[in-house]
């Protein structure tokens, strides 16, 4: 126990201070959002009617192929082949085939709310946040909006990429965007004195 304490007391305070935002963001975020939001689809039910209705518009009107639709939808459906259990999805339709399910949990919320609490706990203007925090927001979300319309092409064109592009490719290419949003916000914050530095 006292080598725990000893190694916490050798991390510079501004980091343990920085840590300590986070982890008490985390805790109440996820106390909110287990108690009440995911319950209330609050956030949930605009954002995915939003990334399905986006991914179809942008598909039907600025992509060689047409004929999408979405629907929000509650209930057991195949994709494909694939039976997919009961829940509250923005489902997207090619020609009145269903070709990709957007589930709350593939929304792009949980990303969204990890970068602004990145933002929010790192020391910097109040002004500076809340500019990231705008453009980052909307960078996640038509990143994702992009992931989800890549997926409907691979599921159109090449079904065998699909799983791979699903759980590995498009995440790690929406992960490394956050990650490089985080680099450029932090490029000229200084922990040592938790002070902004100008130039």
Known sequence: MLNIKKSLNNIPKPIRLFLGKALLFFIVWKLVYGFYLSNTKVLDYPLTKHVGEA???LLNNFSPMSGFTVERNVGTFY????????????????????????????????LIVLFIGFIICMPSSFWRKLLYIAIGIIIIDFVNILRCMG????????????????????????????FLMWMYFSRKISFKNENLQIG
């Open 151 to 178: 997926l409907i092409y691979l599921r159109e064109y090449y079904h065998a990429y699909f799983d791979f592009a699903h759980h590995y490719l498009f995440k790690a290419i929406v992960y490394t965007c956050t």
């Open 79 to 110: 994709i494909g082949d694939e039976l997919v259990e009961g829940s509250i999805s923005s489902q997207i339709f090619h020609n009145d085939y269903l070709v990709l399910h957007i589930a709350d949990n593939c929304n792009g919320l949980e």
């Open 55 to 57: 991914s179809t518009y």
